[in-house]
């Protein structure tokens, strides 16, 4: 089994800045595909930006020029820096591993306030 736990999130006013974690454990296997999803009230869960084991990256276009993924492999953690927040990106934001199979985070609250 793996586990992801994620930190971070909070209340931040727009504009502002926020950097999520996320450390895994457990049989953990590599490579692998690190990310960070999220889900607005009312909507789907989104892809919000994703790394490979080597570190190529993929964003939403949403949050490009923005958001900032990185990983660090000998950890299993990945982070997420989030600069220049709006309203829109307040959700419930979801940690996620792709090894053999797809592993979920509990999910950390990140409110921004006009």
């Known amino acids: 089994q793996v586990q992801l736990v994620e930190s971070g999130g909070g209340l931040v006013q727009a504009g502002g800045s926020l950097r999520l974690s996320c450390a895994a454990s457990?049989?953990?296997?590599?490579?692998?595909?690190m990310g960070w999803y999220r889900q607005a009230p009312g909507k789907q869960r989104e892809l919000v930006a994703r790394?490979?084991?080597?570190?190529?990256?993929n964003y939403a276009d949403s949050v490009k020029g923005r958001f900032t993924i990185s990983r660090d492999n000998a950890k299993n953690t990945v982070l997420l820096q989030m600069n220049s927040l709006k309203p829109e990106d307040t959700a419930v934001y979801y940690c996620n591993l792709n090894g053999l199979r797809a592993y979920w985070g509990q999910g950390t609250q990140v409110t921004v306030s006009s």
């Open positions: 790394i490979l084991y080597g570190g190529s990256t």
């Open positions: 457990g049989s953990i296997f590599s490579p692998n595909v």
